[in-house]
């Protein structure tokens, strides 16, 4: 399990304690709590053009995650207000993507690493032979459209 706050009591999260490996922060601003045992992640921005989302760390700063044993990443999801979602998976060099449905009832979600898509500046490539898997430095969710908050539920966090 990667994030698990199953057994921990519903509370508030201050900003320092949510800055460390393996707790979803949210990206630009925002609040972080548990729920009913899931992080509640409310993420805004007021920054014309800016995207708002939240991102976890799986590796201290400048280290990463071998995760090549896996074959993807599984988490539960829901939100209240968000109807579509941007998965994300940060890397030592770039980071991939993949669209995701949400609704107000949790589902478990499993993103496959082979259904990630690169996001590199135009004409850029990545190395040959690049397995993105064995340099994962985090994860996160982020909203579809500029300017648009984030309000999500994330239970569970594990790899598959």
């Known amino acids: 399990m990667i994030i698990d706050v199953s057994t921990v009591a519903d509370q508030i999260i ?7 490996v393996g707790i979803f922060t949210p990206v630009p601003e925002g609040t972080v709590a548990v729920a009913s045992g899931e992080l509640h992640v409310q993420s805004m921005t007021t920054t014309p053009g800016r995207t708002a989302g939240t991102a976890a760390s799986l590796a201290p700063l400048g280290r990463c995650v ?54 590199l500046p135009t004409g850029s490539t990545l190395p040959p032979g690049y397995q993105f898997a064995a340099h994962l430095t ?10 648009t908050p984030v309000d999500v539920y994330i239970g569970s966090v594990g790899y598959y």
């Open 66 to 119: 071998d995760a090549t044993r896996y074959a993807g990443i599984k988490f539960k999801l829901k939100s209240p207000t968000n109807t579509s979602l941007l998965f994300a998976a940060f890397t030592t060099v770039t980071q991939f993507r993949k669209p995701l449905t949400v609704g107000p009832i949790d589902v478990e979600v499993m993103v496959a690493f082979y259904d990630l898509a690169a996001v």
């Open 14 to 20: 201050p900003p320092p304690l949510y800055a460390g």
């Open 138 to 147: 985090g994860i996160g969710l982020l909203a579809t459209a500029p300017n």
